[in-house]
């Protein structure tokens, strides 16, 4: 009779790295004095726990499998992990502290630049994770019960302004709201049904709502079926260094555009 | 005190001096424990025991079996159990040498503040010393370790400054050190950061009136572009790949040009 510990053997079996998603300080430090060749990654939104590998987390996925994805996709952006590398992940699926343990194997198919999209854009990554966040919310509840649809773009705000211009007057006219301030998602939620897109800089101050954008869309290659929203969130990506993150009125899905292309697509009702 | 003692001289006997007395020892022993007892709902309704959680202080306290509200509340219990022993002696005329006790009655709330001053000087100093360090801990540096230590002692100092004071021990030589302390930190800040000031004096006015904003393509000296951030500080002109971080003291000093076609 084999005991239980020695049957699961096989998941951690001749693995490169261990990934601990947002482990607890004691839970780190018991791996920590592990003395084997593993490499050891911290992933989770924040080091608290001062390891010397750590991949961010931008988001808190629900999602098991997509946190998974999301973390061994850093890794191999940062370097830590290789094509083809076997990753025992710990992870928390019901419960706060740490109770799975699942075996990944890196590989290049999983790259789709989401990592990316965090980590090398213009803005500040703490800023499109705040945008996010609002598009989330908002593709959550909607506008007073209503599915809503916005436009965010992001970054490299200078040239976005010149390469649009205001429907309306500017709301945030001489105003200093920077996305993330605790009011401003109400703001944001309430600005939501006007037309046009929102403008936010580098550093996250909301430059403008309101904008229509007027970058040719020559050669800029997104889904088809998508509408004239997305088709103008790729288009000024295409322009720009900016990234547009679009909440989708009559799918509800938020997408995020970079480089003229569809990098990320987000199910609102997952987070 | 004594206005007691002329008022019931005449009416009690000898013997009624000492119930007297007990009775004041009865009362004060109870209103003692009552304030202390309250001391201690009041600071922890106030919010203390959140506020002084994981400061030395506290930390020294509890290894000691007691907490800083206790510590406290049972400090002024202390204080009125120490006076009403006092007046009931006084009372019950135990005590020929008046002058002398006297002395010690007007020193006893001097030193009672002394050491309240010297707890809540602690009690801050550690706090500060955490808050600055979480504030700092984002910056990645060893020797900005020093900053937070800086910040404890010198509330330390202060209080320690203060309660001396209090005690009148003669603390000119220490005043004094406060003063080339003070003025050093000043003359540092005034050298050290006069580029910021200036900066922020003059980002504060940009933020406020926006001459230019986002988008906006201007020229400031030699440097042209498309503006793309303004902060306190910098400012921030985009123009073909080139990103000019301008330091707004020079945006005023230069003048700006904004370009319109």
């Known amino acids: ?271 | 005190m004594r206005l007691l003692q002329v008022d019931f001289s005449v009416l009690l006997r000898d013997q009624f001096q000492f119930i007297l007395a007990l009775l004041i020892l009865v009362v004060g022993g109870v209103a003692g424990h009552v304030i202390g007892r309250l001391n201690r709902r009041l600071l922890t309704a106030a919010g203390v025991p959140e506020a002084v959680e994981r400061t030395p202080f506290e930390r020294t306290a509890q290894s000691l079996g007691t907490d800083t509200v206790s510590l406290v509340s049972r400090l002024s219990s202390w204080f009125i159990y120490g006076v009403v022993v006092l007046i009931a002696l006084n009372v019950a005329e135990l005590l020929n040498a008046r002058l002398f006790w006297n002395g010690v009655l007007t020193f006893i709330p001097d030193l009672f503040i002394a050491i309240l001053v010297f707890i809540v000087g602690f009690v801050v100093a550690d706090k500060a010393e955490l808050v600055v360090g979480e504030r700092l801990r984002s910056v990645k540096l060893p020797e900005v370790g020093v900053i937070p230590r800086l910040v404890k002692y010198t509330i330390v100092y202060l209080a320690a400054l203060v309660a001396l004071g209090q005690l009148g021990v003669a603390v000119l030589a220490l005043l004094i050190l406060l003063g080339a302390y003070a003025f050093a930190i000043i003359l540092f800040g005034a050298v050290a950061l006069r580029d910021l000031l200036r900066s922020s004096a003059a980002g504060v006015y940009l933020l406020l009136n926006q001459p230019y904003g986002i988008g906006d393509e201007v020229r400031v000296g030699e440097d042209r572009g498309i503006v793309q951030e303004v902060d306190v500080f910098v400012t921030r002109i985009e123009n073909d790949g080139e990103e000019y971080i301008i330091p707004n003291s020079r945006v005023f000093e230069q003048g700006v040009v904004r370009i319109r076609n």
Request: hydrophobic content about 40%; charged content about 25%; proline content about 4%.
């Open chain 1, 1 to 271: 009779m084999a005991d239980v510990s020695e049957l699961l053997g096989d998941v951690t079996e001749d693995a490169d790295a261990v990934f601990l998603f947002s482990p607890s300080g004691s839970y780190y430090d018991r791996y920590a004095d592990l003395d084997t060749d593993l490499d050891l990654v911290v992933v989770g939104p924040e080091n608290s726990v001062g390891a010397d590998t750590f991949v961010e987390l931008p988001l808190e996925f629900d999602n098991v499998r997509e946190r998974i994805r999301f973390g061994i996709e850093g890794a191999m952006e940062q370097g830590l992990v290789e094509d083809g590398d076997v990753v025992v992940c710990a992870v928390s699926m019901f419960e706060d502290s740490i109770d799975t343990v699942t075996r990944a194997r890196a590989s290049d198919s999983m790259h789709s630049g989401v990592y990316d999209l965090f980590a090398n854009s213009r803005a500040d990554p703490g800023v499109i994770r705040d945008v996010f966040d609002v598009a989330i919310e908002l593709g959550q509840k909607g506008q007073k019960g209503k599915p809503v649809g916005a436009l965010f773009v992001v970054g490299d705000a200078g040239k976005v302004m010149n390469k649009s211009r205001p429907l309306s007057y500017n709301p945030f006219e001489k105003s200093h709201v920077h996305v993330g301030d605790p009011i401003v998602n109400v703001m944001l939620k309430e600005f939501s049904r006007l037309d046009g897109a929102f403008v936010i800089s580098d550093a996250g101050k909301i430059v403008s709502a309101y904008r229509y954008l007027e970058p040719s869309a020559e050669g800029v290659d997104i889904p088809k079926g998508l509408g004239a929203r997305h088709m103008a969130a790729g288009a000024i990506t295409r322009e720009t260094n900016a990234t547009a993150i679009v909440l989708s009125e009559s799918d509800g899905l938020v997408r995020a555009f970079k480089g003229g292309e569809l990098v990320l697509e987000l199910d609102p009702e997952e987070y």
